[in-house]
């Protein structure tokens, strides 16, 4: 008899070992086969490799074999329960010969080995330990300790007690779960089985989180577009809805939209955690010029006009930037105004204006409408079309003080960006306003962030990246190391950034002009006229690095592109 869970652990370990598949897809393919074994349905782990087209059927075949020499595969089964994994910071991986082998990354004492013998959910003779890195201990861990988890939980519940009450529950919970996991986005797909999946985006990067079944996933998604306020009936057209949910004795939004897709529909709720907004201090670590900047944007006084920019690619996290800077304002005592697409934070005592609520109105009914309302401080969302372009410019002449977010690859292409908007004479109107009311510019990414654990390493390694990096570093940096807490070493994300600061004075201004008259393409000469202040991406990097926010390795990534 083939032993069940060393056949599907060992096929899965030797597809990662050949590089065929990763270790997070073969998490995935055992999720989906335990899904589809809960609904009756058994499916051998391999066809479910080649289904997702992680793996040809080759390559399953040849692995199968390694392990059971042809023989027939049976289905997964679990070892030890999660609590006990964690206790013993172990993790199961086969039964062989009657002994039970385990990852650790240290020796286990022997009355740790009796009592993990004892907690096996299969009889066993004996415990083995398998040497493994503390990074790779504390990300299978974390998938275990994921595994049963409040909506875990009330999935279940819901399965015994199919009543609206369970449903609330368990969109409630699932909501509260994306909070803990510090999601910042949630995907729904309501599909058929095995593709029924919600998946959480945690600094970055899509994990694919709860497997459910169709059934549960229709009631789920029917639910979230009524509480959203949304037509649950409707599932052939994209809509947008909004939920609030109470959470640690605060209101945090979620923006919904639905989207029909091939096979189903799929929900993104975006989270609008106002309390989780960094502060400035917070986004610009040990980088006291971008910290005096902001406080002196925020502080302006006077409608002396000007435009703060925020660019860079979508999610590089331009409107939390914008929002910092808007926290930083005296909203109490200035006539604070946005105007959003949707409006995504909430922001005391400023007045935020819904863009679709001025649909209808002429762009110059649009800006004369607002400027009656006798704004200090205008926050556009962001500059998407010739109007909100114009709108800026107008704003910042009449002596407006304009914060606004672009798509822009570079400081240096924002003058070809806001003059792709406008034609002819028009253009050239709107790069000499933009040349005498541009403010600061700001073109950043987002980055994955070291965790608290990361751990310092030797000079003599530093010292040969950095010189390698062209880089002058007075403190020792750190590299990934991989905890409980993170899993994989990172733990947030940092900003990385390229910033501009244009003075007021009117001989730079001059200059400004002169180089955009002779040819927008020269844009890039604005950085190096005199008293114009450049902060470069390579000093960031570098107090990034000092802040031990990020390791040599993501400052060779940045540097790089």
């Known amino acids: 008899m083939i032993d069940t869970s060393k056949t599907i652990n060992r096929t899965g370990e030797i597809l990662v070992q050949m590089g065929v598949i990763t270790a997070a897809q073969l998490d995935i393919t055992i999720t989906q086969q335990r899904t589809l074994l809960a609904e009756n349905k058994r499916v051998h782990i391999g066809e479910l490799l080649v289904r997702n087209q992680f793996a040809r059927r080759d390559q399953v075949a040849m692995a199968v074999e390694k392990v059971t020499g042809g023989g027939k595969v049976a289905s997964y089964q679990t070892l030890l329960a999660p609590a006990v994994c964690d206790r013993y910071q172990v ?8 002994l039970l082998f385990v990852m650790t990354a240290r020796p286990l004492r022997t009355r740790e080995l009796a009592a993990i013998m ?20 504390a990300d299978h861990l974390r998938q275990i300790a994921t595994s049963e988890t409040g909506f875990t939980l009330a999935l279940q519940k819901l399965r015994q007690t199919d009543t609206g009450a369970s449903l609330r529950d368990c969109v409630h919970t699932l909501l509260q779960e994306a909070l ?31 497997l459910l079944t169709p059934k549960i996933m229709g009631a789920i998604v029917t639910r979230i577009k009524t ?20 959470h640690q004795g605060r209101i945090v939004d979620f923006r919904v939209n639905s989207q029909p897709i091939v ?36 502080n302006s006084n006077g409608k002396r006009g000007g435009i703060f920019l925020a660019t860079g690619p979508t999610g590089s996290g331009k409107t939390t930037t914008l929002y910092a800077l808007a926290k930083q304002l005296s909203r109490d005592t200035k006539n604070v105004m946005t105007v959003e697409d949707p409006v995504e934070y909430r922001l005391p005592f400023a007045r935020q204006i819904q863009l679709n609520q001025m649909l209808g109105q002429a762009a110059g009914d649009f800006e004369r409408s607002l400027l009656r309302q006798d704004p200090d401080i205008i926050i556009l969302g962001e500059i998407r079309t010739a109007d909100t372009a114009s709108a800026a410019l107008k704003f910042s002449e009449s002596g407006h003080m304009v914060f606004a977010t672009l798509h822009a690859d570079s400081v240096e292409s924002v003058f070809e960006r806001i003059a792709g908007f406008f034609e002819g004479a028009a253009k050239d109107e709107a790069l000499f ?24 390493i030797s000079r003599d390694e530093q010292n040969v990246e950095a010189e390698r990096l062209n880089l002058f570093l007075l403190s020792p940096t750190k590299t990934r190391c991989g905890c409980h807490r993170c899993g994989n070493g990172v733990f947030g994300r940092a900003l990385a950034h390229e910033t501009v600061i244009f003075p007021r004075d009117r001989a730079v201004r001059s200059e400004i002009h002169a180089i955009l008259r002779a040819s927008i393409s020269r844009a890039n000469e604005i950085l190096d006229i005199k008293n114009v202040t450049h902060i470069s991406r390579h000093d960031v990097v570098t107090r990034l690095l000092e802040a031990g926010s990020i390791d040599l390795l993501e400052a060779s990534n940045i540097l790089a592109n």
Request: aromatic share 2%; glycine share 6%; charged share 20%.
């Open 91 to 98: 993790v199961p991986v086969r039964t062989e010969n009657g």
């Open 118 to 137: 004892a907690a096996c959910l299969v009889p066993v003779l004996g415990v083995k330990h398998i040497a493994t890195s503390k990074q790779a201990l």
């Open 433 to 456: 306003v933009l040349g005498q009311q541009l403010r600061c510019v700001i073109n950043q990414q987002l980055v994955p962030k070291l965790c608290t654990c990361a751990v310092p």
């Open 227 to 246: 509480d959203a306020g949304m037509d649950a009936s409707n599932s052939i057209s994209a809509q947008d809805g909004r939920i609030s949910l109470e």
């Open 263 to 298: 096979d189903g529909e799929t929900l993104a709720l975006r989270v609008l955690d106002s309390d989780a907004l960094p502060t400035v201090e917070q986004m610009f670590p040990n980088q006291l010029a971008m910290t005096e900047i902001f406080g002196a944007l925020a």
């Open 180 to 210: 803990d996991v510090r999601a910042s986005d949630i995907h729904i797909d309501r599909k058929p089985s095995p593709d029924a999946w919600v998946s959480y985006r945690i600094d970055g990067e899509l994990r694919q989180r709860h």
